[in-house]
T-cell receptor, first 115, second 113 residues
Framework: KAGVTQTPRYLIKTRGQQVTLSCSPI?????VSWYQQTPGQGLQFLFE???????NKGNFPGRFSGRQFSNSRSEMNVSTLELGDSALYLC??????????????FGSGTRLTVV | DQQVKQNSPSLSVQEGRISILNCDYTNSMFDYFLWYKKYPAEGPTFLISISSIKDKNEDGRFTVFLNKSAKHLSLHIVPSQPGDSAVYFCAASKGGGANNLFFGTGTRLTVIP
């Protein structure tokens, strides 16, 4: 079965712009989580959606937002981009309502570069 | 505040030898620990996990050891193979759930043929 699909794979934006990233989970998976990966910081949890509802949010500013659609596809949006937002953004989907790292399947990520 | 720490950013090992990757955590509430492996241009893939009620879990060449009193876990790969070369992330969870998954900064393992 198809894995987690993230689009686009690469993105270059300028400071002040906004960006929308997309994630299509594995068919049947209802939980989608987003992580930011930067050198030296590992993977930082952004937020988790389950059945179109944001269940949990990490410690990121309000410029970072997301949503989930009825087909479980999810988008995350970053407004007023800053240079420090340059990172690999990873999406993970899970079938279980409680997620659980062992149930995750990660996508390949979107590499965002802010110039 | 990094609650899960991997203090070695890189490790090089000869093929056939043992690779030992270390991870420390600070939060005693963590009760589930996982290792993920990441190749360039791919997302992390789950490797092995251990519950806090155990001190060892083995899966083929991979063994994870947990020392709760020291808040330390390690991943042993024996024998190491060139295909094991990747970045390894340690993660910890409080009762499961995406919101409770804390990752370390990763260790890049290079297995030299």
């Amino acid at each position: 079965k198809a894995g987690v699909t993230q689009t686009p794979r690469y993105l270059i934006k300028t400071r002040g712009q906004q960006v929308t990233l997309s994630c299509s989970p594995i068919s049947g998976h209802r939980s989608v989580s987003w992580y930011q990966q930067t050198p030296g910081q590992g993977l930082q949890f952004l937020f988790e959606y389950f059945s179109e509802t944001q269940r949990n949010k990490g410690n990121f500013p309000g410029r970072f937002s997301g949503r989930q659609f009825s087909n479980s596809r999810s988008e995350m949006n970053v407004s007023t981009l800053e240079l420090g937002d340059s990172a690999l953004y990873l999406c993970a989907s899970s079938q279980l309502s409680t997620g659980g790292g062992y149930g995750y399947t990660f996508g390949s990520g979107t590499r965002l570069t802010v110039v | 505040d990094q609650q899960v720490k991997q203090n070695s950013p890189s490790l090089s090992v000869q093929e056939g030898r043992i690779s030992i990757l270390n991870c420390d955590y600070t939060n005693s509430m963590f009760d589930y620990f996982l290792w993920y492996k990441k190749y360039p241009a791919e997302g992390p893939t789950f490797l092995i996990s251990i519950s806090s009620i155990k001190d060892k879990n083995e899966d083929g060449r991979f063994t994870v050891f947990l020392n709760k009193s020291a808040k330390h876990l390690s991943l042993h790969i024996v024998p190491s193979q060139p295909g094991d070369s990747a970045v390894y992330f340690c993660a910890a969870s409080k009762g499961g759930g995406a919101n409770n998954l804390f990752f370390g900064t990763g260790t890049r393992l290079t297995v030299i043929p």
